[in-house]
T-cell receptor
Framework: QKEVEQNSGPLSVPEGAIASLNCTYS??????FFWYRQYSGKSPELIMF????GDKEDGRFTAQLNKASQYVSLLIRDSQPSDSATYLC?????????FGDGTTLTVKP | EAQVTQNPRYLITVTGKKLTVTCSQN?????MSWYRQDPGLGLRQIYY???????DKGDVPEGYKVSRKEKRNFPLILESPSPNQTSLYFC????????????FGPGTRLTVL
């Protein structure tokens, strides 16, 4: 079992819809959770981070964390074509960060 | 401007020819890390360093070496590159207190023939 698993893609949504990206992790000692967006051939850039159980909202993005279920998700509301990218879930423990394989999102105009 | 720089950005080399990819950050970050990215496999951590002279293996350290003699620099060394090390490499850095976003360099695309 992989340490960090993301829902397999690719994911395609129409412009204006909600995109839902999911991630599960195996290490119960994980302390912090991150979502990165990566455009093809570019560096990952941080979208959201979350430490505590519950929801965290930032503009059109909402991260949700459930430590009991070892589950973290990212919702993108009012999806735009510019949101088309690969989204990486990252889980940080003691010193080490582990990334999922990524989910590629396409937002169709 | 706060940044992580990597050099070279692109490199084509041959099997067995030693090479070094440099990484430098200007944010006084304690933590630095190297990742490789292959199609469909996300980012896999090669080595990381919590501070000067402190390094540790990540998930895929075989065939790589690192050193951390200065806080700002964290070079990645391939003593005898092989074709399976053809990949896109990212260096990253962050602070170690509180939340601390990880900043990534622009990437180095390495091809080993």
């Amino acid at each position: 079992q992989k340490e960090v698993e993301q829902n397999s893609g690719p994911l395609s949504v129409p412009e204006g819809a909600i995109a839902s990206l999911n991630c599960t992790y195996s290490d119960r000692g994980s302390q912090s959770f991150f979502w990165y967006r990566q455009y093809s051939g570019k560096s990952p850039e941080l979208i959201m981070f979350i430490y505590s159980n519950g929801d965290k909202e930032d503009g059109r993005f909402t991260a949700q964390l459930n430590k009991a279920s070892q589950y973290v998700s990212l919702l993108i509301r009012d999806s735009q074509p510019s949101d088309s990218a690969t989204y990486l879930c990252a889980v940080r423990g003691a010193g080490k960060s582990t990334f999922g394989d990524g989910t590629t999102l396409t937002v169709k105009p | 401007e706060a940044q992580v720089t990597q050099n070279p950005r692109y490199l084509i080399t041959v099997t067995g020819k030693k090479l070094t990819v440099t990484c430098s950050q200007n944010m006084n970050h304690e933590y630095m890390s190297w990742y490789r990215q292959d199609p469909g496999l996300g980012l896999r951590q090669i080595y990381y360093s919590m501070n000067v002279e402190v390094t540790d293996k990540g998930d895929v350290p075989e065939g790589y070496k690192v050193s951390r003699k200065e806080k700002r620099n964290f070079p990645l060394i391939l003593e005898s590159p092989s074709p399976n090390q053809t990949s896109l490499y990212f260096c990253a850095s962050r602070g170690t207190s509180g939340y601390n976003e990880q900043f990534f360099g622009p990437g180095t695309r390495l091809t080993v023939l």
